[in-house]
């Protein structure tokens, strides 16, 4: 009795796994890597946990001589203009989760008002 190798289906599929893998992975990188913000990014957005309050916002804002320009669909996303010479990094030391270039996630960033009459 010869061992049955599988359905010949699901072989084509595995084989294919591999380049699958490497394609999302390649794709969740690149994509990653384009929402990063320059290095001389006068604002960024900043993603901070969903339980900090906009009193602790505002605080991490200020920690890097910052302004608060905007805030974003959900109320611990904010666009910050940062104070001179100051790192988008910094934000990180003040309890940011994530610091994006406010452009990459514009849209999924912005909080609509309703349709314009």
């Known amino acids: 009795m010869s061992a049955s190798k599988g359905d010949p289906e699901q072989v084509r599929l595995r084989s294919f796994l591999p380049a699958l893998a490497l394609l999302l ?3 969740l990188a690149l994509g ?3 929402l990063q913000p320059a290095a001389n990014a006068g604002q ?3 993603i901070f946990s969903p339980a900090a309050g906009p009193a602790e916002i505002l605080r991490a804002v200020a920690g890097v001589d910052g302004r608060l320009v ?3 669909l959900f109320d611990n996303i ?3 203009a940062l104070g001179p010479a100051r790192a988008a990094t910094e934000l990180y030391a003040q309890g940011a989760w994530l610091v994006i270039d406010p452009i990459g996630l514009g849209s ?3 909080r609509t008002t309703g349709p314009k009459s």
């Open 70 to 72: 905007r805030t974003g």
């Open 32 to 34: 990653g890597a384009n």
């Open 78 to 80: 904010v666009v910050v």
């Open 44 to 46: 960024v957005a900043a």
């Open 25 to 27: 992975t390649s794709a």
């Open 108 to 110: 999924c960033l912005v």
